[in-house]
């Protein structure tokens, strides 16, 4: 996990406020993937970025949510008229460029919404 | 996409070796075989990959069978800290851009002294 830094740890939301959910990747690493994990369930892909592209969002839900990772700063993943289903814990993985290498995830937002 | 199928949960015996199984029948020859672990919530650690031959780094060893339909992961002398849940994962490949992950529901592997 070392390197991928995801900021902040806890985040509390009213319902209807937004969230934003920070990740620096790896210095370096050009890859970004998203998942969330709700309470006692697996992890499940949300969104794929390379920088300043999206490449797989076929995991993102199609109202409230977007991501982004610009050329410069973190990756952003932001949640819209924030419902208390969206409670869960997101994870950020980067990777470097190359296929075939591992990705390393960092240590995650909660996100509670109220 | 190449499906993986693991037992849900195995117990094992500190200080012994810990097996860890995994199917994936259906694997493309270009499709690399990743495990990582989740220990407690905490974000997934990778442990090892490997495409055709086995593979052994400090943390465990992969093997993986010849018609790479299958493959296990043994954790050489598990400790009460390698309780987590272990993810077997055939990587989809992107051309040109790299690859993600798709998480199954792992196994629970308890390791109890």
């Known amino acids: 996990n070392a390197g991928v830094m995801q900021n902040p740890r806890h985040l509390v939301r009213r319902r209807g406020q937004e969230a934003r959910l920070r990740c620096s990747p790896v210095?370096?690493?050009?890859?970004v993937y998203w998942y969330r994990q709700l309470p006692e369930e697996g992890l499940k892909f949300m969104v794929y970025?390379?920088?300043?592209?999206?490449?797989?969002e076929s995991g993102m839900p199609k109202e409230r949510f977007s991501a982004e990772f610009p050329k410069e700063g973190p990756s952003i993943l932001r949640i819209q008229q924030v419902v208390r289903g969206d409670s869960a814990a997101y994870f950020c993985?980067?990777?470097?460029?190359?296929?075939?290498?591992?990705?390393?995830f960092g240590q995650g937002t909660r996100l509670t919404v109220v | 996409d190449a499906k993986t199928t693991q037992p849900p949960s195995m117990d094992c015996a500190e200080g012994r070796a810990a097996n860890l199984p995994c199917n994936h029948s259906?694997?493309?020859?270009?499709?690399?075989v990743y495990w990582y672990r989740q220990i407690h919530s905490q974000g997934p650690q990778y442990i090892i990959h490997?495409?055709?031959n086995n593979e052994t780094n400090e943390m465990a060893s992969l093997i993986i069978t010849e018609d790479r339909k299958s493959s296990t992961l043994i954790l050489p002398h598990a400790t009460l800290r390698d309780t987590a849940v272990y993810y077997c994962?055939?990587?989809?490949?992107?051309?040109?851009?790299?690859?993600?992950?798709?998480f199954g529901a792992g196994t629970i592997l308890r390791v109890k002294s």
């Open positions: 994962i055939v990587r989809v490949e992107y051309r040109e851009y790299g690859n993600k992950l798709v």
């Open positions: 490997g495409l055709k």
């Open positions: 210095k370096g690493h050009s890859h």
């Open positions: 970025l390379q920088k300043e592209n999206i490449i797989d």
């Open positions: 993985a980067s990777s470097p460029k190359d296929v075939g290498t591992e990705a390393f």
């Open positions: 259906t694997i493309s020859g270009n499709e690399y």
